[in-house]
């Protein structure tokens, strides 16, 4: 299996809360009333005008790109690289990038997000080195505690999956023949799994207008997001796509906190 690319896992994460943001608005758009016209036979009445309107009310939503860090558990794996004689443990704090999507039905949230996280590495001895990254997508559920002029503050609960990777590379220089003659170079053990998580979602409208529902505002925001995860794998470790029996068993778990730039109403 290949070393994954944290630009790929970024971008896959963007389109799963794009995903997100797409379906809130098609069902928020299906959860209007359709305007119908006032009936034209008035009975012998005199005909009145049509009350004013001030037109259909305006969906509520948002997307976003984040960015931050977040602290993986990776003590059991640090714990078999111990084991095998690996000097060096694994960096456990990676920077992540992703992205969220999310509408507002009444008080509730809807939405989606997901991030890859950066590889980060350790060098060992005789030229090799081993390296970590990961990426997840959710189906995002919250609640709206606060609404006002722009700001928006709502608990989430997430549920989805998760990909880690950890690789074991050598930089030795070698002849032109040798590598032909052996190209592996680099092995990557791979793991799947479900994933849980609770966030919390503080979100502004910095530059923008008045929308058409009391207390909402229009434009481009920024905003903060903090929770955790916690993963449980369903899928054993392979070794560059080869089953690889009796790894460490655990899952992409940890803290997180990042920033967002996207736009929105609220």
């Known amino acids: 299996m290949k070393k994954m690319s944290t630009a790929r896992a970024a971008w896959w994460s963007f389109l799963v809360a794009t995903s997100g943001a797409i379906v809130c608005v098609s069902a928020s758009a299906s959860a209007e009333e359709n305007l119908t016209a006032p009936p034209t036979d008035t009975k012998g009445k005199p005909a009145s005008p049509p009350a004013p309107s001030d037109g259909a009310r305006p969906r509520l939503l948002g997307l976003s790109l984040m960015g931050g860090v977040m602290a993986v558990d990776l003590g059991p794996m640090n714990d078999r690289l111990a084991v095998a004689g690996y000097p060096s443990k ?53 609640y709206q505690l606060l609404r006002i002029n722009g ?29 032909l003659a052996n190209p592996s170079r680099a092995t990557t053990l791979s793991s799947k799994g479900i994933l849980g998580g609770f966030s ?36 054993k470790w392979q070794a560059d796509g080869v089953a690889a029996p009796d790894g460490p068993s655990f899952g992409l778990r940890g803290g997180y906190a990042a920033l967002s730039l996207g736009a929105g109403t609220w």
């Not at 992205?99 to 060992?124: E, K, V, W």
């Open 90 to 142: 694994l960096p456990t704090v990676f920077p992540l990038l992703g992205g969220q999507g999310f509408g507002l039905f009444s008080h509730f949230l809807i939405g989606g997000s997901g991030a890859g996280l950066f590889p980060r590495s350790t060098n060992l001895p005789e030229n090799r080195a081993v390296s970590a990254n990961g990426a997840w997508g959710t189906l995002d559920f919250g």
């Open 151 to 179: 700001f928006l503050l709502a608990p989430v609960v997430s549920l989805g999956g998760y990909g880690m990777a950890v690789t074991l590379s050598t930089k030795e220089e070698r002849a032109f023949d040798a590598v």
């Open 200 to 235: 919390v979602i503080a979100k502004l409208i910095v530059l923008g207008r008045r929308a058409k529902v009391p207390g909402a505002r229009s434009g481009l925001s920024v905003g903060l997001r903090v929770g955790g995860l916690y993963g449980i794998p369903y899928r």
